[in-house]
């Protein structure tokens, strides 16, 4: 069941999204060659702390750390390490805040250093594609018409779009009823009502979008280990159309 959230709800989700924004908005910054993901996961925890919020990711299913941290062919959960990030990575951050029981959910991909070509695009290509997901969580759209939006355009740029991984609905929960796909035929499902939370992540592969999962449980690789890259938002459908509520700077 896809729940409605009140205005009272959508105002404490959108305060824990504007701690998730200053938060990446900070990582993002930060990050550079020659530091760790562990040092990421240190930032990430101490940064939400302070802002009286948890890290709604850390023992989440048995996930040991505060911030998933993925690198190049590592399409999610990724776990922080003493990994050192090296010129021209990929460095995809996924981060989710618990502010007082309302739930917050963002990624970004970053290039480490010189990033130029193909991985470039790629970026660029996933970062769009967000973009153009989110234009479409309006009221009576179908929520397939959000999926369809990501892998069309992703498609026609020359990559895939990962289908084992998909965006789910938040913000009373870190993960709620719906499942979005970021594929698929538009003008099926669910149709979108004013109140839905849905946290929409295009997962964007240079190759093709078959991943598999690591020994570690978690850390999940494009199976012809080409490079992914990960954009999120969290979103509330309002009456006049979405509206953003982890947006960074």
Same mark, same amino acid.
């Given at each position: 069941m896809i729940k409605i959230k009140s205005k009272e709800e959508i105002n404490m989700i959108r305060l824990s999204g504007e701690i998730l924004a200053r938060t990446m908005e900070v990582l993002r910054n930060k990050v550079k060659v020659g530091i760790t993901t562990k040092e990421i996961d240190c930032w990430a925890e101490e940064l939400i702390s302070k802002e009286g919020a948890l890290p709604a990711f850390k023992g989440y299913k048995g996930y040991p750390a505060s911030v998933c941290t993925s690198v190049n062919e590592e399409v999610v959960h990724g776990i922080p390490s003493?990994?050192?990030l090296k010129d021209g990575d990929l460095l995809s951050?996924?981060?989710g805040v618990n502010y007082k029981g309302y739930f917050s959910d963002c990624a970004i991909t970053v290039?480490?250093?010189k990033v130029t070509g193909e991985r470039k695009k790629l970026i660029e290509v996933a970062k769009r594609a967000l973009q153009l997901g989110i234009k479409q969580a309006k009221p009576e759209n179908h929520l397939s018409d959000i999926s369809s939006a990501i892998q069309s355009y992703v498609e026609s740029e020359g990559f895939s779009v990962v289908r084992q991984f998909v965006g789910h609905g938040t913000g009373l929960a870190i993960h709620e009823d719906p499942e979005i796909p970021n594929f698929g035929l538009p003008h099926k499902g !669910?149709?979108?009502?004013p109140g839905m939370v849905l946290a929409i992540e295009p997962m964007v592969n240079m190759g093709g979008w078959e991943v598999e999962i690591l020994q570690d449980g978690w850390t999940a690789v494009t199976r012809d280990r080409q !490079?992914?890259?990960h954009f999120e938002h969290t979103v509330a459908v309002g009456e006049n159309g979405p509206e953003i509520l982890t947006k960074y700077a």
């Open positions: 003493e990994r050192r951050i996924d981060l290039g480490i250093g !669910p149709v979108l009502r !490079p992914s890259s």
